[in-house]
């Protein structure tokens, strides 16, 4: 059975840093895509950043290019959000995500229940 499971997530002042951490289960992780998603009150969920299996690489949505860090741990089935210098806007609930293609090419994606981020002063 699949598990994603966030942490990591909490209050923070802006202009500060959080790490986020998803824990991952019950599938290949080390064949899967991984990736941040957040939705704040009132939007659509938006893509943070993507780090695609096997080669690693990533890929960030333009507001949060050279902010956030996106990277993984195929030996803990570990991934990880690095988040710097957090603005208010910044303030969402933040989703991991896995995808990989099954045997027969059927997309499979699984989401974890999410953690918390509020930037405020």
């Known amino acids: 059975q699949v598990h994603l499971v966030e942490s990591g997530g909490g209050l923070v002042q802006p202009g500060g840093s959080l790490r986020l951490s998803c824990a991952a289960s019950?599938?290949?992780?080390?064949?899967?895509?991984m990736s941040w998603y957040r939705q704040a009150p009132g939007k659509e969920r938006e893509l943070v950043a993507t780090i695609t299996s096997p080669s690693g690489n990533t890929n960030y949505a333009d507001s949060m290019k050279g902010r956030f860090t996106i990277s993984r741990d195929d030996a803990t089935m570990t991934v990880y959000l690095r988040m710097n210098n957090l603005k208010p806007e910044d303030t969402a609930a933040y989703y991991c995500n896995a995808k990989w293609r099954s045997a027969t090419y059927l997309l499979q994606s699984y989401w974890g229940q999410g953690t918390q981020v509020t930037v405020s002063s």
């Open positions: 019950g599938f290949a992780f080390s064949t899967a895509d």
